[in-house]
Nanobody, 119 residues
Framework: EVQLLESGGGLVQPGGSLRLSCAASGFDFWRAAMSWVRQTPGKGLEWVSSIGPDGRNPQYVDSMSGRLMVSRDNAKDTLYLQMNSLKPEDTAVYYC????????????RGQGTRVTVSS
Protein backbone atom coordinates (compact mmCIF):
# COMPACT_ATOMS: atom_id res chain seq x y z
CA GLU A 1 0.00 0.00 0.00
CA VAL A 2 1.36 3.38 -1.01
CA GLN A 3 1.77 5.68 1.97
CA LEU A 4 2.96 9.27 1.78
CA LEU A 5 3.34 11.41 4.89
CA GLU A 6 3.99 15.11 4.44
CA SER A 7 5.36 17.37 7.16
CA GLY A 8 7.07 20.71 7.64
CA GLY A 9 4.24 23.12 6.99
CA GLY A 10 3.25 25.94 9.29
CA LEU A 11 2.72 29.67 9.65
CA VAL A 12 5.45 31.83 8.16
CA GLN A 13 5.75 35.53 7.48
CA PRO A 14 6.05 36.82 3.91
CA GLY A 15 9.64 36.43 2.77
CA GLY A 16 10.21 33.46 5.02
CA SER A 17 11.21 29.91 4.21
CA LEU A 18 9.97 26.42 4.89
CA ARG A 19 11.22 22.95 4.07
CA LEU A 20 8.58 20.36 3.42
CA SER A 21 9.27 16.63 3.70
CA CYS A 22 7.41 13.60 2.41
CA ALA A 23 8.18 10.18 3.86
CA ALA A 24 7.24 7.43 1.43
CA SER A 25 6.59 3.74 1.97
CA GLY A 26 4.84 0.83 0.32
CA PHE A 27 6.56 1.10 -3.04
CA ASP A 28 10.00 1.32 -4.61
CA PHE A 29 10.61 4.99 -3.98
CA TRP A 30 13.90 4.95 -5.88
CA ARG A 31 12.05 3.95 -9.07
CA ALA A 32 9.38 6.64 -8.89
CA ALA A 33 9.24 10.13 -10.25
CA MET A 34 7.66 12.31 -7.57
CA SER A 35 5.83 15.58 -7.45
CA TRP A 36 4.50 18.24 -5.15
CA VAL A 37 1.03 19.63 -5.73
CA ARG A 38 -1.00 22.14 -3.72
CA GLN A 39 -4.63 22.87 -3.00
CA THR A 40 -5.89 26.39 -2.62
CA PRO A 41 -9.53 27.41 -2.17
CA GLY A 42 -9.49 29.73 -5.13
CA LYS A 43 -7.43 27.77 -7.65
CA GLY A 44 -8.08 24.14 -6.83
CA LEU A 45 -5.36 21.53 -7.14
CA GLU A 46 -2.20 22.80 -8.81
CA TRP A 47 1.05 21.13 -9.78
CA VAL A 48 4.09 22.72 -8.08
CA SER A 49 7.21 20.67 -8.73
CA SER A 50 8.51 17.32 -9.95
CA ILE A 51 11.74 15.37 -9.81
CA GLY A 52 12.96 12.24 -11.56
CA PRO A 53 13.69 8.96 -9.82
CA ASP A 54 17.39 9.68 -9.73
CA GLY A 55 17.03 13.28 -8.61
CA ARG A 56 17.49 14.71 -12.05
CA ASN A 57 15.18 16.89 -14.13
CA PRO A 58 13.66 19.09 -11.44
CA GLN A 59 10.71 21.11 -12.68
CA TYR A 60 8.88 24.02 -11.08
CA VAL A 61 5.66 25.93 -11.56
CA ASP A 62 6.35 29.31 -13.14
CA SER A 63 4.80 31.26 -10.28
CA MET A 64 7.34 29.87 -7.83
CA SER A 65 10.34 29.44 -10.12
CA GLY A 66 13.54 30.67 -8.48
CA ARG A 67 12.04 30.23 -5.02
CA LEU A 68 11.85 26.44 -4.89
CA MET A 69 14.27 23.56 -4.72
CA VAL A 70 13.00 20.00 -4.92
CA SER A 71 15.24 17.15 -3.82
CA ARG A 72 15.08 13.57 -2.64
CA ASP A 73 17.02 11.10 -0.54
CA ASN A 74 16.43 7.65 -1.96
CA ALA A 75 18.29 6.06 0.94
CA LYS A 76 15.67 7.52 3.28
CA ASP A 77 12.66 7.23 0.92
CA THR A 78 12.03 10.92 1.45
CA LEU A 79 11.12 13.79 -0.84
CA TYR A 80 11.79 17.42 0.05
CA LEU A 81 10.67 20.86 -1.08
CA GLN A 82 12.62 23.90 0.04
CA MET A 83 10.49 27.02 -0.35
CA ASN A 84 12.04 30.47 -0.03
CA SER A 85 10.77 34.05 -0.29
CA LEU A 86 7.27 32.86 0.44
CA LYS A 87 4.31 35.02 -0.53
CA PRO A 88 0.74 35.12 0.81
CA GLU A 89 -0.46 33.58 -2.44
CA ASP A 90 1.65 30.50 -1.67
CA THR A 91 -0.76 29.69 1.16
CA ALA A 92 -2.12 26.21 0.47
CA VAL A 93 -2.14 22.61 1.56
CA TYR A 94 0.86 20.94 -0.04
CA TYR A 95 0.83 17.27 -1.00
CA CYS A 96 3.43 14.94 -2.38
CA UNK A 97 2.30 12.80 -5.26
CA UNK A 98 3.61 9.47 -6.53
CA UNK A 99 4.00 10.57 -10.11
CA UNK A 100 5.89 12.78 -12.46
CA UNK A 101 4.28 15.99 -13.58
CA UNK A 102 1.81 14.52 -16.08
CA UNK A 103 -0.11 12.35 -13.64
CA UNK A 104 0.55 14.27 -10.45
CA UNK A 105 -2.96 15.61 -9.96
CA UNK A 106 -4.52 12.14 -10.15
CA UNK A 107 -1.86 10.02 -8.43
CA UNK A 108 -1.71 8.84 -4.85
CA ARG A 109 -1.17 11.67 -2.36
CA GLY A 110 -0.67 11.97 1.34
CA GLN A 111 -2.82 13.89 3.80
CA GLY A 112 -0.97 17.11 3.07
CA THR A 113 0.76 19.75 5.13
CA ARG A 114 -0.68 23.23 5.48
CA VAL A 115 1.44 26.26 4.64
CA THR A 116 0.14 29.67 5.70
CA VAL A 117 2.04 32.77 4.66
CA SER A 118 0.81 35.76 6.62
CA SER A 119 2.06 38.63 8.69
Amino acid sequence: EVQLLESGGGLVQPGGSLRLSCAASGFDFWRAAMSWVRQTPGKGLEWVSSIGPDGRNPQYVDSMSGRLMVSRDNAKDTLYLQMNSLKPEDTAVYYCSKSGRMGSLRASRGQGTRVTVSS
